[in-house]
């Protein structure tokens, strides 16, 4: 595991299902935070298939506003990466034709930013 090895103590890879996998249990106690306070020292970061990104995301913000999940912690940070479409969704403006339910329950709860787009030849095999 690379990536592991190149921050040891640092970063923790899991592989498994993130539908089923409880993000609560996988932090020390140490680390949470009042919701008010600063975030956590957690990051999720995940680049999720097409299929898995709208039920995550839906189950995710239901945890934020349960403050639970990987909300347990506080407002804990994620950086994901998604298909194109799915991202143009979430960060939808009043009146666009990606605008969603998806779209308004995201940005209620969350701060939601396109920060970039990777290109289809940085994927192999390249999506078509």
């Known amino acids: 595991m690379m990536l592991s090895d190149a921050a040891p103590g640092k970063l923790r890879v899991v592989?498994?299902?993130?539908?089923?996998?409880?993000?609560e249990r996988a932090f020390p106690q140490s680390l949470k935070r009042c919701w008010e306070d600063d975030p956590p020292n957690v990051y999720i970061i995940g680049n999720l298939p097409f299929n898995v990104s709208t039920p995550l995301i839906i189950k995710w913000l239901e945890n934020v506003s349960h403050r639970n999940g990987p909300f347990a912690y506080g407002r804990?940070?994620?950086?994901?990466?998604?298909?194109?479409?799915?991202?143009?969704?979430?960060?939808?403006?009043?009146?666009?034709?990606?605008?969603?339910?998806?779209?308004?329950?995201?940005?209620?709860l969350c701060d939601v930013q396109h920060i970039l787009t990777i290109p289809g030849r940085a994927f192999i095999p390249k999506p078509e």
């Open 76 to 108: 804990t940070q994620m950086m994901l990466t998604f298909q194109k479409e799915v991202a143009e969704r979430l960060t939808a403006t009043t009146g666009s034709k990606q605008r969603s339910r998806l779209s308004i329950m995201a940005q209620y």
């Open 15 to 23: 592989h498994g299902d993130v539908l089923t996998f409880k993000v």
